[in-house]
């Protein structure tokens, strides 16, 4: 069974400090998908990025940075001079490919990340 | 483009009641997701359709969970009858089933949070 692990439960900051968000995955699917989503406090999920398997080169985009290492794992997640708007609670998941088509998600527990003024 | 609709927003009702949750999916998107989300749970996967077909329904918590997808653009969610367990945030999301092999991105609607007392 596929098993998604963010081991941070809350992490609080100053504005403009970078913040980084761990997640450690486990399956046994050789190709699959990852994910970061938010959830702000209003209550929505917004999709932030998705990476796949094959490809463990990191990218930036904004100010939004992730570390993919297939052989630890992890997808860790940065947010650069973070915002008190940056606060909301992170999800990251793993897709699982379902029998006939289409993506099963499973989300870790989440990361509350709270940015002070 | 409009997103993801779900109605309601909130539901407040008694247990024994029973409770219809619905969704509009994104225009052209041939998956639909049905999630809860709890404290004590996190985020969950209960049922999936791909081409208004229901696909996986392992999350489904019992028989009073049922769920229909009677065409590409609605879903609806029924809890029969519902009991004070069953609140949580409800969250429906969409996503295109691109090429074999390549995951999807699911969007996701803005939820319906049920309180049953």
């Known amino acids: 069974a596929q098993k998604v692990t963010q081991a941070q439960t809350e992490i609080s900051v100053v504005e403009k400090e970078d913040v980084t968000l761990d997640c450690v995955y486990e399956t046994r699917d050789t190709t699959y998908y990852l994910f970061w989503y938010k959830q702000p406090p209003s209550g929505e999920l917004v999709f932030l990025i998705r990476?796949?398997?094959?490809?463990?080169q990191n990218e930036i985009s904004g100010r939004y940075s992730w570390n993919f290492q297939k052989s630890t794992s992890s997808f860790n997640f940065t947010i650069t001079a973070s915002q008190v708007v940056d606060s909301a609670v992170y999800f990251c998941?793993?897709?699982?490919?379902?029998?006939?088509?289409?993506?099963?998600?499973?989300f870790g527990g989440g990361t509350r990340v709270l940015v002070k003024p | 483009d409009a997103g993801v609709i779900q109605s309601p927003r909130h539901e407040v009702t008694e247990m024994g009641q029973e409770v219809t949750l619905r969704c509009k999916p994104i225009s052209g998107h041939n998956s639909l997701f049905w999630y809860r989300q709890t404290m004590m749970r996190g985020l969950e996967l209960l049922i999936y359709?791909?081409?208004?077909?229901?696909?996986?329904d392992s999350g489904m918590p019992e028989d009073r969970f049922s769920a229909k997808m009677p065409n590409a653009s609605f879903s609806t969610l029924k809890i029969q009858p519902s009991e004070p367990r069953d609140s949580a945030v409800y969250f429906c999301?969409?996503?295109?089933?691109?090429?074999?092999?390549?995951?999807?991105?699911?969007?996701f609607g803005p939820g319906t949070r049920l309180t049953v007392l």
């Open positions: 998941a793993l897709s699982e490919r379902g029998k006939f088509g289409g993506n099963k998600l499973t």
């Open positions: 999301a969409s996503s295109i089933v691109p090429l074999a092999g390549v995951a999807d991105t699911q969007y």
């Open positions: 359709f791909n081409n208004n077909v229901p696909i996986d």
């Open positions: 990476r796949n398997s094959f490809d463990e």
